[in-house]
């Protein structure tokens, strides 16, 4: 059965800085991994798609990075701003198209 | 737009009554998703469907019932066998084929005294 933990559980910086999201699974078996947001009281808004061949993907200010041997993948987040924070969760996709999802890290950006 | 609607957005039940939670997707998706949310624990996926007519269990549909009767629509039935019902409730779909994006709607929240 997949597990997925993402450290650190909460982030707090102050607005500019670059941050780095963890995220490690323990089935390296998967199809894709994505990165969501998500706002309180809202749904999840996927940011990026990493397909199990890809090492890397990048949108904007965002790059997420996949190392499926090793079970691992990161989000880097550059020259954050006040509105990046949220609760950012990732989920590798496995067998039947299921993803599995962690139990997120909780980022705050000050000003 | 294109998009998944989730409706009520709150839903408030006495404990021993069924409820059904509507989701509905005009982007012409496969696959759908019904994921439960409880603080401290993630998403945990309780029933999901590929196809038309078709459905199968997820990590936890113990208490729950669900039916795919049209591709667009993916209703949820919380059954009074559910110990545990109140928690926030997302629906998601995807195009399927195992590289696709989920998309989510913006949930309900269900709580039951």
């Known amino acids: 059965k997949q597990e997925v933990t993402q450290i650190p559980a909460a982030l707090s910086v102050p607005e500019g800085e670059n941050l780095v999201l963890n995220c490690s699974f323990t089935?390296?078996?998967?199809?894709?991994l994505q990165w969501f947001r998500q706002d309180p009281g809202k749904g999840l808004t996927s940011l990026l798609l990493i397909q199990s061949s890809q090492r890397e993907q990048t949108s904007g200010r965002l790059n997420a990075s996949l190392d499926k041997s090793s079970g691992r993948s990161t989000l880097y987040i550059a020259a954050s701003q006040p509105g990046d924070s949220a609760t950012y969760l990732c989920?590798?996709?496995?067998?039947?198209?299921?993803?599995?999802f962690g139990t997120g890290t909780q980022l705050k950006v000050e000003l | 737009d294109g998009g998944i609607t989730q409706s009520p957005k709150y839903l408030f039940r006495k404990e021993g009554q069924n409820v059904t939670l509507s989701c509905e997707q005009n982007?012409?998706?496969?696959?759908m998703y019904w994921y439960r949310q409880d603080p401290g624990q993630g998403l945990r996926l309780i029933y999901y469907s590929q196809i038309v007519n078709d459905f199968q269990k997820g990590d936890i549909a113990e208490g729950y019932s669900v039916s795919r009767e049209k591709k667009e629509s993916f209703p949820l039935t919380v059954t009074s066998a559910q110990k545990n019902p109140t928690a926030f409730y997302l629906c998601?779909?995807?195009?399927?084929?195992?590289?696709?994006?989920?998309?989510f709607g913006n949930g309900t929240r269900l709580t039951v005294t």
């Open positions: 089935d390296s078996a998967i199809y894709n």
């Open positions: 998601a779909s995807s195009q399927g084929g195992g590289n696709s994006p989920l998309h």
């Open positions: 982007l012409n998706h496969d696959a």
């Open positions: 989920g590798p996709t496995g067998g039947g198209n299921k993803l599995t």
